[in-house]
């Protein structure tokens, strides 16, 4: 046969084809659950994470369900919707309008201690960037942050999944008095005692701009519920000042 | 067509030269982007070598299986059909079971694809070679692509960072006490050229057959 007659060549070409893509799809499609559930328990792992709870993916299967107690729904008003936070594709809502987005938001029990879990999505260099940032009890102070991207520059941008640039998050707050302030990345390094601000990677900049813009957008969606919840928080928490004087009381009673 | 033995001296040169005399980073210097771009640390380099021994040794031979079947005309269109299909595999098989190895190589594994050492030996050797001997000429030069990417990323990491496989071994030896400092200069690209440099430049002073006469 002349292998090198066209209406070979073409049929050849046309044979290979359907075989290779035959070939792939089915690959994909059966290699999707496996994959699936990776990219599920790494989600678990980097919410834990946010919490300050480190653990291998497969640990984190089983860790997730006893330090995360709620997983909510939130709307641009603060209402909490119908749903699951861990079903809510951050990566769609953020293209909506801001009215329009469903707004995931867990709730964990760490130690006795109350932490909100706050998803981020947002731009960084060559591709999206995402995290997940936990706030404490009065929904002021960072607990904890992670940071991943998909494509950022290796070396720069890239550093923001390292431990040297999440850690310093830990212990700024929000809000200035009533004024919410966000946390900003900063070029050159923050200033000592900033409790807004961290350092920035040198190279990175355009990737720590989008943290910044990241944690900006992503928190100032949540402030309505912020605002609805914060009054039950205060009363809370003078309850159980109020429970800790009894206590007192009744000891010294005693 | 010659009765060799499976490992006769004739085959088993497939795999030597490629190690040496016929080096494919060092002595024709193909694939060197790749060479360059991930000797920063040794996981990586080792890891890029075990995809590519594969991704070579398969697609050396089923381009050999077909080579009576492919038409001249769109052999390199071919080549690279077989190179990408494979590649996609090995990708979505790591993410499906090594997850941690897949995002730790990310983009590498899709530039396996332009590697340009898988695609000079089908179109130079598998084309006109028995499946045996196609097999042999890639496990020879995936190896041979190995070799100096994980000795150049041995020195990088070791001088670079003071670590092996991301084991401090430096500061175990207690180097920094005595007011030794990583080189940061070997984290950087052009240092991966220069460490391949000296790499060559020692290979040519034990090897004369590689000395150019004039």
């Known amino acids: 046969m002349d292998v090198n007659k066209n209406s070979y060549t073409i049929g050849f070409a046309t044979i290979m084809v359907i075989i290779v893509a035959a070939l792939l ?57 119908e749903g699951s936070a861990f079903n809510v594709d951050l990566s769609k809502e ?59 520059t290796p070396g720069l941008g890239a550093e923001i999944n390292r431990d040297f640039f999440q850690d310093p998050f830990a212990g700024k707050t929000i809000f200035d008095g009533e004024e919410f302030k966000s946390i900003k990345v900063i070029k050159g390094g923050a200033k000592e005692g900033d409790k807004h601000g961290v350092d920035g990677i040198s190279g990175g900049t355009i990737t720590s701009d989008g943290v910044t813009d990241m944690i900006f957008e992503r928190l100032s969606m949540y402030l309505p519920y912020f605002n609805n919840v914060k009054p039950a928080i205060e009363v809370d928490s003078v309850f159980s000042a109020m429970d800790s004087v009894v206590t007192v009381n009744d000891s010294i009673i005693n | 067509m010659s009765k060799d033995s499976l490992f006769s001296k004739k085959n088993l040169k497939l795999i030597k030269d490629p190690l040496d005399d016929n080096n494919p980073i060092t002595v024709q210097v193909l694939g060197i982007c790749s060479a360059l771009a991930i000797t920063v640390q040794l996981k990586p380099a080792v890891v890029m070598a075990v995809s590519v021994f594969f991704v070579m040794c ?42 941690d ?43 041979g692509y190995a070799l100096p990417l994980v000795v150049v990323a041995f020195f990088r990491e070791l001088l670079g960072s003071g670590t092996l496989f991301g084991y401090p071994v430096l500061e175990n030896l207690g180097l920094y006490q ?37």
């Open chain 1, 25 to 81: 799809s089915s690959a994909a499609i059966g290699l999707k659950p496996f994959q699936s559930k990776n990219i599920e328990q790494e989600k678990k792992q980097n919410i834990l994470k946010s919490v300050g709870v480190e653990v291998s993916r497969e640990q984190a299967e089983i860790d997730y369900s006893t330090y995360i107690k709620e997983e909510l729904v939130v709307n641009h008003l603060g209402e909490i919707q």
């Open chain 1, 94 to 152: 953020v293209r909506k309008d801001a009215k329009d987005q469903s707004l995931p938001l867990y709730v964990a029990e760490v130690e006795g201690a109350l932490r909100y879990i706050i998803p981020l999505r947002g731009k960084g260099l060559w591709g999206p960037i995402w995290g997940f940032i936990s706030l404490e009890k009065d929904l002021n102070t960072i607990s904890a942050a992670v940071f991943d991207h998909k494509a950022e």
């Open chain 2, 58 to 99: 398969i697609a050396n031979v089923v381009v050999s299986l077909m080579r009576n079947m492919i038409p001249s005309r769109i052999r390199i269109i071919v080549q690279l059909v077989i190179i990408a299909t494979l590649v996609i595999l090995v990708d979505q098989v790591l993410k499906a079971f090594l997850y």
């Open chain 2, 101 to 143: 190895v897949s995002k730790e190589l990310s983009v590498f594994v899709g530039l396996i694809i332009t590697n340009c050492i898988i695609m000079g030996r089908l179109e130079a050797f598998a084309l006109a070679n028995t499946p045996w001997k196609a097999f042999m000429d890639g496990v020879g030069n995936s190896l």
């Open chain 2, 178 to 214: 005595l007011g030794y400092e990583n080189n940061g200069m070997m984290i950087l690209p052009p240092m991966a050229l220069v460490t391949c440099g000296v790499y060559i430049w020692i290979q040519r002073m034990r090897n004369n057959k590689l000395v150019e006469q004039n």
